[in-house]
């Protein structure tokens, strides 16, 4: 990583360019305004041309702003296991459809054409492909990652893989349907992993490698195949006939498969931690992950240089909390739901809702127990003791305050001067085991020697019990209608497992769950009396906190309600119009050959 991150410090010095860790690179110039004469005549030109993908944050995520990049996932995007303080308006059915913008601008365009730009002038290059092969596969890999972020949106786009100039024919390209959207994305990640290098298990240089690009390949076909299967199954208008995304789920299964199979092989990737005391929780919240085998790619700050300003995510919740449904879907240390085992203890006080539990969900949630602390100013400790429920940007709205991020070291927090040195994790090799388990489960094919290569790897990680194919334990509370018991299991392995990464929102969409985990319902969280009953002790600390708990809303079961302030009765989210974003009117104007997405 320190490899790649000082070559991009020389190259934005070169040219003259100061940027932070929220600034796209070469946002406005492209860079053919450099004089091509004298660029394009080595290796060295290659290369560094694609050193500038790296920086472009649409290409490479970062941390957005005060509330960090993890946490802008679900509550933004929407999503049933974390919320903010604010409900959601696209899963509420407000939605507007824009006059312009809408991320179909030419600013949001312009990636696209640097990449392509980069294809057009490589082969200028006097020198062997083999020579700088390894940068036309990270170009491959990031013009994939472009598409599959505008499909996710939109569904269909215009597809080209030409360098667009004023006039050309492709600004008035109609949309491509999406399953060959993904064909040309699969093929782009193909390629890239036949002309990248492997880490195979070596310090990682801050570059894209060929496990990497066999995971994303994995997420890519995953989400395409079991959204065809879904919206085709609910026959709803994003469907793609004659399609059930069966052979997108076999191309997740082979690349998954293929990258455990390198695990076997090589050790890497792996999983961290495993069996180590806090294994899941010191995951995250790290500063450099060059030597872990499961961070595959991250961004990396330094403080003073490229910093992030993750600082309230460390210490506090920051307007967002866990949801009562989420928690309750963690599994009892037995291995059973907590809806059917003897060892659920309840959820009245966070000390019952977390005894017996997964230990996932104590390493994700603030808990009084003497080890969840951040440190404050000075290098003090800090130990949670209760939520504060309102307030600007640190109310923990639902009781369940956020702790899988949390930076607990001082030093990490930058001194708590509005910056952090703390890493981005874009991809981890969790993901991979999760991909292959419900690839293989959707195409009928599971095993369970699959299984204990998959999930019950991430289990081990934390000492629970593994999962048996022939011994499921049936839960009442199963979130999803009409998919055999072992898929429910992945997709609740997949829900505890990767909370807060940006995941959920996108799986009930490909799922075409929506309407079954979240219209007409709304979120709740703790248990409001277990707090109200600290007067003395929340009083001592401020009055006001404790005026804000018990002036907070319940439900009629006395869990926090913190949508009913708003009247809000359940999501409205339009099932025929809000599973896919809407194009802005002027781009309809300006190109005849665009159509609306459907409900729009």
Known sequence: MKNLYNIIIG??????????????????????????????????????????????????????????????????????????????RQMNGENILPGSGGDWSAG????????????????????????????????????????????????DVPYTDKLVEIGSDELYLPRTPRNEVVDHILVDLDNAIEYLPARAGAAWNGRITKEAALQFKSRVALFEGTWEKYHAIKNTAFKVSGSDGTKFLQAA??????????????????????????????????????NSKEIMVWRKYVWGEITNTHVYVNRLSTDRGLTKSHVDYYLCTDGKPASVSPLYQGDHTLLDAVTNRDPRLVQSIWFDDGRHYFTDWGN?????????????????????????????????????TSECQ??????????????????????????????????????????????NLSDIATDPNWMFKDISPVLQEIRRERQIELVGEGFRHWDLFRWAAVDEVMIGKRPYGAYKQQFVDMKDEIESVNV?????????????????????????????????????????????????????????
């Open 108 to 155: 949001d365009w312009w990636q696209l054409r640097n990449i392509n730009y980069f294809f057009s002038k490589v082969g200028e290059v006097e020198a062997s492909f083999d020579e700088y092969k390894q940068y036309v596969g990270e170009a491959l890999y990031f013009r994939a990652w472009f598409y599959y972020n505008k499909l996710q949106r939109f569904g």
């Open 422 to 467: 703390t890493a981005f994790i874009i991809m981890r090799y969790a993901e991979a085991l999760l991909n292959y388990a419900e690839a293989k489960a959707e195409l009928g094919t599971i095993t369970q020697s699959d299984i204990d290569k998959t999930i019950n790897l991430l289990r081990d990680r934390v000492g629970m019990p593994h999962l």
């Open 380 to 416: 003090v400790k800090r130990y949670w003791k209760f939520p504060r429920v309102s307030g600007a940007e640190v109310s923990e709205i639902t009781g369940y305050c956020w702790f899988k991020f949390a930076v607990m070291d001082y030093d990490l927090n930058s001194h708590f």
């Open 544 to 600: 006001s906190l404790y005026d804000d708990i018990v002036n907070a809303d319940a439900n009629e079961d006395g869990y926090f309600d913190p949508y009913k302030k708003f009247g809000f009765d359940g999501y409205h989210f339009n099932l025929g119009r809000d599973y896919l974003s809407p194009l802005p009117v002027d781009q309809l104007v300006l190109n005849p050959a665009l159509t609306q997405n459907p409900g729009w």
């Open 253 to 290: 299964a082979d690349a998954a498969g293929a990258l455990i199979d390198l695990s076997e092989q090589n050790g890497y990737p792996g999983l961290d931690n495993v069996g180590a005391d806090w294994g899941y929780k010191n995951v995250f919240a790290q500063d450099d992950y060059t």
């Open 11 to 88: 190259f934005m010095g070169l040219f003259g360019i100061l940027t932070s860790c929220n600034d796209g690179f070469l946002d406005r110039t492209p860079m053919n305004a450099i004089n091509d004469g004298g660029f394009w005549t080595s290796v060295a030109d290659i290369k560094m041309y694609a050193n500038n993908f790296y920086m472009q944050t649409a290409l490479m995520p970062a941390y957005e702003g005060w509330f960090g990049g993890y946490l802008v996932g679900e509550p933004t995007l929407g999503a049933d296991d974390l919320v903010a303080t604010n409900y959601n």
